[in-house]
Protein backbone atom coordinates (compact mmCIF):
# COMPACT_ATOMS: atom_id res chain seq x y z
CA UNK A 1 0.00 0.00 0.00
CA UNK A 2 1.21 3.31 -0.55
CA UNK A 3 2.45 5.59 2.28
CA UNK A 4 3.32 8.72 2.67
CA UNK A 5 7.09 8.16 2.08
CA UNK A 6 5.94 6.76 -1.08
CA UNK A 7 4.54 9.54 -2.54
CA UNK A 8 6.18 10.91 -5.43
CA UNK A 9 8.33 13.91 -4.68
CA UNK A 10 7.24 17.19 -6.76
CA UNK A 11 4.56 17.73 -9.25
CA UNK A 12 7.00 16.67 -12.06
CA UNK A 13 7.36 12.93 -11.10
CA UNK A 14 3.64 12.33 -11.49
CA UNK A 15 3.68 13.87 -14.86
CA UNK A 16 6.17 12.36 -16.08
CA UNK A 17 5.40 8.96 -14.89
CA UNK A 18 1.49 9.72 -16.00
CA UNK A 19 2.93 10.69 -19.16
CA UNK A 20 5.69 7.61 -19.41
CA UNK A 21 2.34 5.48 -19.21
CA UNK A 22 0.62 7.23 -21.81
CA UNK A 23 3.25 8.10 -24.07
CA UNK A 24 4.35 4.50 -25.86
CA UNK A 25 3.72 2.37 -28.70
CA UNK A 26 0.21 3.37 -28.97
CA UNK A 27 1.66 7.11 -30.34
CA UNK A 28 4.67 6.46 -32.16
CA UNK A 29 3.60 2.71 -33.67
CA UNK A 30 -0.49 2.15 -33.43
CA UNK A 31 -1.69 5.60 -34.09
CA UNK A 32 -0.33 6.26 -37.39
CA UNK A 33 -1.26 2.78 -38.93
CA UNK A 34 -4.54 3.25 -37.38
CA UNK A 35 -4.93 6.43 -39.20
CA UNK A 36 -3.52 4.51 -42.41
CA UNK A 37 -5.98 1.85 -42.29
CA UNK A 38 -9.03 4.02 -41.11
CA UNK A 39 -9.11 6.54 -43.85
CA UNK A 40 -6.96 9.38 -42.35
CA UNK A 41 -8.50 12.60 -41.77
CA UNK A 42 -11.57 11.06 -40.72
CA UNK A 43 -10.19 8.64 -37.97
CA UNK A 44 -7.65 11.70 -36.56
CA UNK A 45 -11.25 13.74 -35.96
CA UNK A 46 -13.16 11.29 -33.97
CA UNK A 47 -9.40 10.32 -32.40
CA UNK A 48 -9.18 13.69 -31.25
CA UNK A 49 -12.92 14.42 -30.35
CA UNK A 50 -12.79 11.40 -28.27
CA UNK A 51 -9.31 12.62 -25.99
CA UNK A 52 -11.19 15.42 -25.22
CA UNK A 53 -14.72 14.77 -24.86
CA UNK A 54 -13.82 11.14 -22.90
CA UNK A 55 -10.66 10.66 -22.25
CA UNK A 56 -10.11 14.18 -20.21
CA UNK A 57 -12.61 13.50 -17.70
CA UNK A 58 -12.52 10.02 -17.49
CA UNK A 59 -8.83 10.61 -16.99
CA UNK A 60 -9.62 12.66 -14.19
CA UNK A 61 -11.68 10.50 -12.62
CA UNK A 62 -9.02 7.84 -12.69
CA UNK A 63 -6.43 9.90 -11.01
CA UNK A 64 -9.10 11.14 -8.40
CA UNK A 65 -10.15 7.60 -7.44
CA UNK A 66 -6.43 6.43 -7.18
CA UNK A 67 -5.59 9.52 -4.93
CA UNK A 68 -8.41 9.17 -2.46
CA UNK A 69 -7.59 5.16 -2.29
CA UNK A 70 -3.85 5.52 -2.04
CA UNK A 71 -3.61 2.04 -2.77
CA UNK A 72 -3.62 -0.70 -5.92
CA UNK A 73 -6.83 -0.26 -7.84
CA UNK A 74 -8.46 -3.40 -6.09
CA UNK A 75 -7.91 -2.20 -3.13
CA UNK A 76 -8.85 1.46 -4.09
CA UNK A 77 -12.41 -0.02 -5.00
CA UNK A 78 -12.53 -2.25 -1.69
CA UNK A 79 -11.62 1.19 0.15
CA UNK A 80 -14.60 2.59 -2.02
CA UNK A 81 -16.73 0.24 -0.71
CA UNK A 82 -16.16 -0.12 2.94
CA UNK A 83 -15.86 3.94 3.13
CA UNK A 84 -18.43 5.12 0.93
CA UNK A 85 -20.69 2.16 1.35
CA UNK A 86 -20.28 1.62 -2.52
CA UNK A 87 -21.86 -1.76 -3.54
CA UNK A 88 -19.11 -4.63 -3.34
CA UNK A 89 -19.66 -5.30 -7.26
CA UNK A 90 -17.57 -2.20 -7.78
CA UNK A 91 -14.44 -4.25 -7.03
CA UNK A 92 -15.00 -6.15 -10.13
CA UNK A 93 -13.76 -2.65 -12.01
CA UNK A 94 -10.42 -3.07 -10.32
CA UNK A 95 -9.79 -7.02 -11.73
CA UNK A 96 -11.38 -6.91 -14.58
CA UNK A 97 -8.61 -3.55 -15.56
CA UNK A 98 -5.81 -5.87 -14.03
CA UNK A 99 -6.67 -8.43 -16.56
CA UNK A 100 -7.54 -6.16 -19.15
CA UNK A 101 -3.81 -4.62 -18.30
CA UNK A 102 -2.23 -8.01 -18.65
CA UNK A 103 -4.20 -9.13 -21.94
CA UNK A 104 -2.30 -5.81 -23.69
CA UNK A 105 0.59 -6.15 -21.91
CA UNK A 106 1.06 -9.57 -23.67
CA UNK A 107 0.99 -8.55 -26.97
CA UNK A 108 2.39 -4.88 -26.26
CA UNK A 109 5.37 -7.01 -25.75
CA UNK A 110 5.68 -8.66 -29.06
CA UNK A 111 5.84 -5.44 -30.48
CA UNK A 112 7.98 -3.42 -27.75
CA UNK A 113 10.07 -6.57 -28.31
CA UNK A 114 10.40 -5.96 -32.62
CA UNK A 115 11.48 -2.50 -31.33
CA UNK A 116 14.20 -3.89 -29.39
CA UNK A 117 14.99 -5.92 -32.44
CA UNK A 118 15.34 -3.07 -34.81
CA UNK A 119 18.15 -0.96 -32.49
CA UNK A 120 20.47 -3.60 -34.38
CA UNK A 121 19.22 -3.65 -37.83
CA UNK A 122 19.15 -0.47 -39.50
CA UNK A 123 19.08 -0.88 -43.28
CA UNK A 124 22.84 -1.81 -44.86
CA UNK A 125 24.24 1.82 -46.41
CA UNK A 126 24.90 -0.42 -49.72
CA UNK A 127 21.52 -1.13 -50.10
CA UNK A 128 19.91 -0.18 -53.51
CA UNK A 129 16.39 -0.43 -52.84
CA UNK A 130 16.14 0.93 -48.94
CA UNK A 131 12.53 0.52 -48.88
CA UNK A 132 11.99 -2.67 -50.05
CA UNK A 133 15.17 -4.11 -48.09
CA UNK A 134 13.25 -2.54 -45.38
CA UNK A 135 9.73 -3.97 -46.10
CA UNK A 136 11.21 -7.55 -46.90
CA UNK A 137 13.02 -7.65 -43.60
CA UNK A 138 9.79 -7.56 -41.52
CA UNK A 139 8.53 -10.24 -43.86
CA UNK A 140 11.75 -11.80 -42.56
CA UNK A 141 11.81 -11.10 -38.94
CA UNK A 142 8.30 -11.84 -38.64
CA UNK A 143 8.13 -15.51 -40.09
CA UNK A 144 10.86 -16.55 -37.78
CA UNK A 145 8.93 -17.63 -34.47
CA UNK A 146 11.82 -18.43 -32.64
CA UNK A 147 13.77 -14.81 -33.24
CA UNK A 148 10.55 -13.41 -31.95
CA UNK A 149 10.20 -15.38 -29.08
CA UNK A 150 13.62 -13.75 -27.99
CA UNK A 151 12.71 -10.34 -28.41
CA UNK A 152 9.18 -11.09 -27.14
CA UNK A 153 11.14 -12.59 -23.66
CA UNK A 154 13.79 -10.06 -23.31
CA UNK A 155 11.39 -6.92 -23.10
CA UNK A 156 8.90 -8.73 -20.78
CA UNK A 157 11.91 -9.68 -18.61
CA UNK A 158 13.24 -6.22 -18.81
CA UNK A 159 9.60 -5.08 -17.91
CA UNK A 160 9.40 -7.42 -14.71
CA UNK A 161 12.57 -6.65 -13.11
CA UNK A 162 11.46 -2.70 -13.24
CA UNK A 163 8.41 -3.31 -11.63
CA UNK A 164 9.98 -5.97 -9.22
CA UNK A 165 12.05 -2.97 -7.97
CA UNK A 166 9.12 -0.95 -7.77
CA UNK A 167 7.02 1.47 -9.35
CA UNK A 168 8.91 4.84 -7.18
CA UNK A 169 11.87 3.97 -7.51
CA UNK A 170 11.97 1.83 -10.58
CA UNK A 171 10.71 4.21 -12.87
CA UNK A 172 10.08 7.53 -11.25
CA UNK A 173 14.42 8.27 -11.98
CA UNK A 174 14.59 6.80 -15.65
CA UNK A 175 11.27 8.80 -16.78
CA UNK A 176 13.12 11.76 -16.31
CA UNK A 177 15.58 11.15 -18.60
CA UNK A 178 13.27 9.25 -21.29
CA UNK A 179 10.73 11.55 -21.69
CA UNK A 180 12.44 14.71 -22.71
CA UNK A 181 15.33 12.90 -24.85
CA UNK A 182 12.70 11.33 -26.86
CA UNK A 183 10.55 14.31 -27.83
CA UNK A 184 13.21 16.09 -29.03
CA UNK A 185 14.69 13.18 -31.02
CA UNK A 186 11.27 12.96 -32.62
CA UNK A 187 10.79 16.45 -33.11
CA UNK A 188 14.13 16.31 -35.26
CA UNK A 189 13.08 13.21 -37.32
CA UNK A 190 9.53 15.06 -37.72
CA UNK A 191 11.38 18.19 -39.17
CA UNK A 192 13.67 16.12 -41.38
CA UNK A 193 11.38 13.91 -42.47
CA UNK A 194 9.48 16.52 -44.15
CA UNK A 195 12.09 18.05 -45.93
CA UNK A 196 13.12 14.64 -46.92
CA UNK A 197 9.81 13.23 -47.32
CA UNK A 198 6.31 14.27 -49.22
CA UNK A 199 5.08 16.19 -46.33
CA UNK A 200 2.33 17.89 -48.54
CA UNK A 201 0.15 14.46 -49.23
CA UNK A 202 1.02 13.32 -45.70
CA UNK A 203 -0.82 16.44 -44.36
CA UNK A 204 -3.71 16.20 -46.39
CA UNK A 205 -3.85 12.86 -45.15
CA UNK A 206 -4.03 13.42 -41.53
CA UNK A 207 -6.31 16.49 -41.28
CA UNK A 208 -8.18 16.24 -44.40
CA UNK A 209 -11.40 14.38 -43.25
CA UNK A 210 -13.22 12.52 -45.84
CA UNK A 211 -16.59 11.63 -44.43
CA UNK A 212 -17.44 8.44 -46.07
CA UNK A 213 -14.60 6.96 -44.83
CA UNK A 214 -16.20 7.18 -41.36
CA UNK A 215 -18.14 3.70 -40.68
CA UNK A 216 -18.63 2.12 -37.29
CA UNK A 217 -15.55 0.44 -37.40
CA UNK A 218 -13.80 3.55 -37.93
CA UNK A 219 -15.76 5.22 -34.81
CA UNK A 220 -14.95 1.85 -32.94
CA UNK A 221 -11.19 1.96 -32.95
CA UNK A 222 -10.87 5.93 -32.94
CA UNK A 223 -12.23 5.38 -29.65
CA UNK A 224 -10.36 2.58 -28.34
CA UNK A 225 -7.73 4.15 -29.80
CA UNK A 226 -8.11 7.04 -27.52
CA UNK A 227 -8.50 4.83 -24.62
CA UNK A 228 -5.28 3.10 -25.58
CA UNK A 229 -2.93 5.61 -26.27
CA UNK A 230 -3.77 7.97 -23.05
CA UNK A 231 -3.66 4.62 -20.61
CA UNK A 232 -7.17 4.92 -19.55
CA UNK A 233 -9.97 2.24 -18.57
CA UNK A 234 -8.14 -0.45 -16.92
CA UNK A 235 -6.44 1.25 -13.89
CA UNK A 236 -2.60 2.29 -14.85
CA UNK A 237 -3.92 5.72 -14.40
CA UNK A 238 -5.45 5.36 -11.14
CA UNK A 239 -2.52 2.65 -9.80
CA UNK A 240 -0.27 6.00 -10.82
CA UNK A 241 -2.56 8.25 -9.12
CA UNK A 242 -1.78 6.52 -5.52
CA UNK A 243 1.29 8.04 -5.45
CA UNK A 244 0.09 11.84 -6.28
CA UNK A 245 0.94 14.84 -4.04
CA UNK A 246 -2.20 15.69 -2.25
CA UNK A 247 -1.99 19.68 -3.26
CA UNK A 248 -1.34 18.57 -7.05
CA UNK A 249 -3.78 20.39 -9.43
CA UNK A 250 -6.05 17.53 -11.63
CA UNK A 251 -6.88 19.39 -14.17
CA UNK A 252 -3.41 21.34 -15.23
CA UNK A 253 -1.72 17.98 -14.40
CA UNK A 254 -3.79 16.07 -17.16
CA UNK A 255 -4.43 18.78 -19.38
CA UNK A 256 -0.55 18.60 -20.07
CA UNK A 257 -0.79 15.01 -19.78
CA UNK A 258 -3.08 14.58 -22.58
CA UNK A 259 -1.29 17.70 -24.50
CA UNK A 260 2.36 15.44 -24.75
CA UNK A 261 0.28 12.52 -25.85
CA UNK A 262 -1.23 13.69 -28.58
CA UNK A 263 1.39 16.05 -29.63
CA UNK A 264 3.43 12.98 -29.87
CA UNK A 265 1.16 11.29 -31.76
CA UNK A 266 0.58 13.54 -34.21
CA UNK A 267 4.57 14.14 -34.95
CA UNK A 268 4.78 10.11 -35.67
CA UNK A 269 2.61 10.78 -38.04
CA UNK A 270 4.34 13.28 -39.19
CA UNK A 271 7.51 11.39 -39.14
CA UNK A 272 5.79 8.70 -41.17
CA UNK A 273 3.46 9.61 -43.42
CA UNK A 274 6.25 12.19 -45.62
CA UNK A 275 8.11 8.89 -46.32
CA UNK A 276 5.12 6.83 -46.91
CA UNK A 277 4.43 8.98 -50.01
CA UNK A 278 7.77 9.20 -51.05
CA UNK A 279 8.19 5.66 -51.57
CA UNK A 280 5.90 3.07 -53.95
CA UNK A 281 7.20 0.47 -51.71
CA UNK A 282 5.48 1.47 -48.55
CA UNK A 283 1.27 1.78 -48.38
CA UNK A 284 -0.12 3.56 -45.57
CA UNK A 285 -2.89 1.06 -44.81
CA UNK A 286 0.21 -1.63 -43.85
CA UNK A 287 -1.30 -2.34 -40.45
CA UNK A 288 1.02 -2.77 -37.75
CA UNK A 289 4.12 -3.78 -39.95
CA UNK A 290 3.83 0.15 -40.97
CA UNK A 291 6.06 1.60 -38.15
CA UNK A 292 8.87 -1.14 -38.88
CA UNK A 293 8.87 -0.60 -42.51
CA UNK A 294 8.97 2.93 -42.46
CA UNK A 295 11.32 4.10 -39.65
CA UNK A 296 14.61 2.47 -41.09
CA UNK A 297 13.94 4.11 -44.71
CA UNK A 298 14.19 7.66 -42.55
CA UNK A 299 17.35 6.85 -41.50
CA UNK A 300 18.60 6.01 -44.46
CA UNK A 301 21.40 7.96 -45.83
CA UNK A 302 21.57 10.22 -43.18
CA UNK A 303 25.05 11.15 -41.36
CA UNK A 304 26.08 8.40 -38.76
CA UNK A 305 22.40 6.56 -39.63
CA UNK A 306 23.45 3.35 -37.88
CA UNK A 307 24.22 5.50 -34.89
CA UNK A 308 20.97 7.52 -35.18
CA UNK A 309 18.83 4.61 -35.60
CA UNK A 310 19.79 2.65 -32.90
CA UNK A 311 19.02 5.64 -31.03
CA UNK A 312 15.77 6.09 -31.73
CA UNK A 313 14.52 2.39 -31.20
CA UNK A 314 16.42 2.45 -27.52
CA UNK A 315 14.13 5.85 -26.72
CA UNK A 316 11.39 3.94 -28.86
CA UNK A 317 11.96 0.67 -26.07
CA UNK A 318 12.52 2.77 -23.08
CA UNK A 319 8.74 4.61 -24.26
CA UNK A 320 7.66 1.19 -24.60
CA UNK A 321 8.81 0.26 -21.26
CA UNK A 322 7.25 2.84 -19.20
CA UNK A 323 4.07 1.92 -20.79
CA UNK A 324 4.34 -1.58 -20.52
CA UNK A 325 5.58 -1.78 -16.16
CA UNK A 326 2.09 0.27 -16.03
CA UNK A 327 0.11 -2.49 -17.52
CA UNK A 328 1.75 -5.08 -15.08
CA UNK A 329 1.80 -2.63 -11.83
CA UNK A 330 -2.20 -2.67 -11.09
CA UNK A 331 -2.34 -6.49 -11.06
CA UNK A 332 1.39 -6.74 -9.19
CA UNK A 333 -0.27 -4.38 -6.50
CA UNK A 334 -3.26 -6.13 -5.73
CA UNK A 335 -1.37 -9.65 -6.20
CA UNK A 336 1.31 -8.07 -3.42
CA UNK A 337 -1.19 -7.39 -1.06
CA UNK A 338 -3.73 -10.30 -1.23
CA UNK A 339 -1.53 -12.98 -0.97
CA UNK A 340 1.30 -11.17 1.26
CA UNK A 341 3.76 -12.00 -1.39
CA UNK A 342 7.01 -9.98 -2.52
CA UNK A 343 6.95 -8.03 -5.92
CA UNK A 344 9.06 -9.78 -7.76
CA UNK A 345 7.69 -13.09 -6.79
CA UNK A 346 4.07 -11.98 -7.68
CA UNK A 347 5.66 -10.13 -11.11
CA UNK A 348 7.52 -13.06 -12.19
CA UNK A 349 4.44 -15.03 -11.98
CA UNK A 350 2.15 -12.42 -13.95
CA UNK A 351 4.75 -12.04 -16.42
CA UNK A 352 4.88 -15.68 -17.10
CA UNK A 353 1.09 -15.32 -17.99
CA UNK A 354 1.51 -12.33 -20.30
CA UNK A 355 4.37 -14.02 -21.77
CA UNK A 356 2.52 -17.40 -22.63
CA UNK A 357 -0.55 -15.48 -23.55
CA UNK A 358 1.59 -13.45 -25.84
CA UNK A 359 2.96 -16.53 -27.88
CA UNK A 360 -0.95 -16.42 -29.22
CA UNK A 361 -0.26 -12.81 -30.48
CA UNK A 362 3.11 -13.42 -31.56
CA UNK A 363 2.47 -16.82 -33.39
CA UNK A 364 -0.25 -15.11 -35.28
CA UNK A 365 2.74 -14.20 -37.94
CA UNK A 366 3.37 -17.23 -38.74
CA UNK A 367 2.73 -20.67 -37.38
CA UNK A 368 -0.96 -19.94 -36.38
CA UNK A 369 -1.57 -17.31 -39.42
CA UNK A 370 -4.36 -18.99 -40.36
CA UNK A 371 -6.35 -19.36 -37.48
CA UNK A 372 -8.87 -17.12 -37.30
CA UNK A 373 -11.63 -16.00 -33.84
CA UNK A 374 -14.57 -13.84 -35.21
CA UNK A 375 -12.53 -13.69 -38.56
CA UNK A 376 -10.20 -12.14 -37.12
CA UNK A 377 -6.33 -13.55 -36.16
CA UNK A 378 -5.81 -14.19 -32.73
CA UNK A 379 -3.63 -10.61 -32.33
CA UNK A 380 -6.29 -8.56 -34.04
CA UNK A 381 -9.16 -10.48 -31.64
CA UNK A 382 -6.97 -9.44 -28.55
CA UNK A 383 -6.52 -6.20 -29.84
CA UNK A 384 -10.15 -5.52 -30.30
CA UNK A 385 -11.26 -7.05 -27.21
CA UNK A 386 -8.49 -5.31 -25.21
CA UNK A 387 -9.41 -2.00 -26.95
CA UNK A 388 -12.36 -1.74 -28.69
CA UNK A 389 -14.71 -3.09 -25.38
CA UNK A 390 -12.68 -3.62 -22.38
CA UNK A 391 -10.74 0.16 -21.78
CA UNK A 392 -13.94 1.87 -23.01
CA UNK A 393 -15.96 -0.56 -20.91
CA UNK A 394 -13.81 0.48 -17.95
CA UNK A 395 -13.89 3.85 -18.14
CA UNK A 396 -17.71 3.86 -19.00
CA UNK A 397 -18.02 2.89 -15.20
CA UNK A 398 -15.05 4.74 -14.13
CA UNK A 399 -17.37 7.64 -15.46
CA UNK A 400 -20.38 6.25 -13.99
CA UNK A 401 -18.70 5.84 -10.40
CA UNK A 402 -17.56 9.26 -10.38
CA UNK A 403 -20.54 10.89 -11.93
CA UNK A 404 -23.34 9.25 -10.52
CA UNK A 405 -22.45 6.81 -7.73
CA UNK A 406 -20.39 9.06 -5.80
CA UNK A 407 -21.88 11.68 -3.95
CA UNK A 408 -20.95 15.16 -5.69
CA UNK A 409 -19.91 17.10 -2.91
CA UNK A 410 -17.51 14.55 -2.25
CA UNK A 411 -16.18 14.52 -5.53
CA UNK A 412 -16.36 18.35 -6.08
CA UNK A 413 -14.44 18.66 -2.52
CA UNK A 414 -11.65 16.00 -3.52
CA UNK A 415 -10.91 17.66 -6.72
CA UNK A 416 -10.48 20.65 -5.02
CA UNK A 417 -12.09 22.39 -8.14
CA UNK A 418 -13.44 26.06 -7.04
CA UNK A 419 -14.47 28.28 -10.50
CA UNK A 420 -18.45 26.97 -10.21
CA UNK A 421 -18.54 27.12 -14.15
CA UNK A 422 -15.76 24.80 -14.64
CA UNK A 423 -17.02 22.57 -12.27
CA UNK A 424 -20.53 22.42 -13.92
CA UNK A 425 -18.72 21.50 -17.53
CA UNK A 426 -16.39 18.68 -16.00
CA UNK A 427 -19.32 17.23 -13.77
CA UNK A 428 -21.54 17.13 -16.99
CA UNK A 429 -18.72 15.70 -19.16
CA UNK A 430 -18.50 13.08 -16.80
CA UNK A 431 -21.67 12.58 -15.99
CA UNK A 432 -23.04 12.75 -19.45
CA UNK A 433 -21.36 13.06 -22.49
CA UNK A 434 -18.70 10.64 -21.98
CA UNK A 435 -21.00 7.72 -20.96
CA UNK A 436 -23.28 8.66 -23.44
CA UNK A 437 -20.96 8.68 -26.60
CA UNK A 438 -19.16 5.71 -25.23
CA UNK A 439 -22.48 4.10 -25.13
CA UNK A 440 -23.46 5.36 -28.31
CA UNK A 441 -20.04 3.60 -29.94
CA UNK A 442 -20.90 0.17 -28.91
CA UNK A 443 -24.41 0.85 -29.73
CA UNK A 444 -23.28 1.89 -33.06
CA UNK A 445 -21.09 -0.88 -33.66
CA UNK A 446 -23.01 -3.86 -32.67
CA UNK A 447 -26.00 -3.05 -34.71
N1 LIG B 1 -0.73 4.18 -23.46
C1 LIG B 1 0.26 3.18 -23.78
C2 LIG B 1 0.79 3.50 -25.17
O1 LIG B 1 0.31 4.38 -25.82
C3 LIG B 1 -0.29 1.79 -23.70
C4 LIG B 1 -1.05 1.53 -22.46
C5 LIG B 1 -2.40 1.22 -22.52
C6 LIG B 1 -0.44 1.59 -21.22
C7 LIG B 1 -3.15 1.01 -21.38
C8 LIG B 1 -1.16 1.38 -20.06
C9 LIG B 1 -2.51 1.10 -20.14
O2 LIG B 1 1.70 2.87 -25.62
Not at 71 to 77: D, E, F, K
Not at 268 to 288: C, S
Not at 328 to 336: F, G, L, V
Not at 439 to 444: A, Q, S, T, W
Request: aromatic share 16%; glycine share 8%; hydrophobic share 55%.
Amino acid sequence: MANNSKIWKGNWTFILAAAGSAVGLGNIWKFPYMAGENGGGAFVIIYLTCIVLIGFPVMMSEIFLGKYGRSSPVYTMKKFVSLKGISSYWVLLGWFGALAGLMILSYYSVFAGISLAYIFSPIPTDSLNPSQYSVDFFAQFQSSPMRMIFWHSLFLILTCFIVAKGVVDGIGATIKIIMPTLFFLIILLSIYSSFTGEIGKAISFLFMPDFSKISSSVIISAMGQAFFTLSLGMGAIMAYGAYIPEEQNLTKTVSLIIFLDTFVAIIAGIIIFPIVFANPELTPTAGPSLFFETLPVAFYGIPFSFFASALFFILVSLAALSSSVSLIEPSTAWMEDRFKISRTYAVTILGSIAWLLGLGSLFSFNLIAEFQIFSMSFLDFMDFLTNSIMLPLGGLFIALLVGWILSENFVKEEMKIKNELYWKIWINLTRYVAPILIGLVFIFALF
